[in-house]
């Protein structure tokens, strides 16, 4: 692909029909051309027009090269890829993010490796339907889609967003939430799916309550390490099972493995 955005008038860029209508109607947004973070981001920016500069005008978008980790085929980590792909564009009820961090879980590894073999049914029988990779996420959102009113340009929000290994990726905005300030966009990308399967496995499954005993095993891992919040947020008493020399890590505690 050439180093230089393709520019192109939106009616005969890839956009689907129904797309063109949303931009027309300005449901579509991101930062105006002329937009410091448009101008600061470069050749890279999505740059779509404000709903204001719609009307009875040629459309522009500049569509640029992102890098992304690819992957056609499944394996070890070296069948991965760093390419330029095009940058996604937010479908109906997503936004696009420009990507500040992402974290790997055992969520990626599976979709690497192709494992447990029953995944492919889903994932692809012979190769990756979908060659990209990453989940958990934290960055600013870039462009808005239709039906994705909650957030805007500028937001700086975490969640899961598939094929976050990259540049930029396009997330459900009910996958998001804003990023507390309080927090890095590396401690949001950390948080999602780890976080979210301590909660429901302690709060929603486990049904966890105050004066109850909880034993966490493998509390130094990433969902451990939220569980073992969690449960203690509960009230419970809990017991943190990990490796010698994670014991500090864990709080205070005997040996347990
Ligand atoms: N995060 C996700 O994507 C996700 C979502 C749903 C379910 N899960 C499942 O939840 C589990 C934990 O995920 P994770 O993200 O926390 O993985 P992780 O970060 O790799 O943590 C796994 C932890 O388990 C410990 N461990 C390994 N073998 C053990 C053993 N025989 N006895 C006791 N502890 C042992 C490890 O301790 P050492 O470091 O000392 O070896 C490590 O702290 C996995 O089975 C994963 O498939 C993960």
Redesign the pocket.
């Known amino acids: 692909m050439d180093d230089k955005p393709a520019i192109r008038t939106l009616l005969d860029f890839r956009f689907p029909l129904a797309r063109r209508e949303h931009a027309k109607s300005g449901v579509l947004s991101g930062y105006p051309k002329n937009h410091p973070v448009a101008k600061q981001n470069g050749p890279r920016t999505l740059t779509l027009p404000t709903p204001g500069m719609i009307a009875g005008k040629i459309l522009e978008v500049e569509i640029g090269p992102m890098q992304a980790i690819v992957y056609q085929r499944y394996g070890s980590p070296d069948v991965l890829e760093l390419e330029d792909i095009p940058i996604p564009t937010p479908a109906e009820g997503q936004v696009l993010i420009r990507v500040h961090a992402a974290s790997v879980?055992?969520?990626?590894?599976?979709f690497l490796r192709g494992t447990p073999s029953f995944i492919r049914l889903f994932i692809g029988m012979r190769r990756p339907k979908f060659p990209r990779l990453g989940?958990?996420v934290a960055g600013v959102v870039e462009a808005v889609g239709a039906k994705a009113a909650r957030f805007k340009p500028g937001d700086a929000v975490f969640g899961t967003a598939k094929g976050s290994f990259a540049e930029y990726a396009c997330a459900a905005a009910s996958q998001l939430a804003l990023k507390p300030q309080e927090i890095s966009f590396e401690q949001g990308a950390c948080l999602p799916?780890?976080g979210?399967?301590a909660l429901q496995g302690l709060r929603d499954k486990g049904k966890v309550q105050t004066e109850q005993t909880v034993l966490i095993?493998?509390?130094?891992?990433?969902?451990?390490?939220f569980a073992v919040q969690i449960a203690k947020s509960f009230g419970a008493r809990v017991t943190a099972?990990?490796?010698p020399?994670?014991s500090s890590f864990c709080g205070r505690s005997e040996q347990t493995?």
């Not at 879980?105 to 599976?110: E, L, T």
């Not at 095993?217 to 390490?225: E, I, K, P, S």
Request: net charge negative.
């Open positions: 879980n055992p969520y990626d590894w599976h989940a958990d799916i780890a979210v399967t095993n493998g509390a130094a891992g990433g969902v451990g390490t099972c990990a490796a020399e994670m493995k």
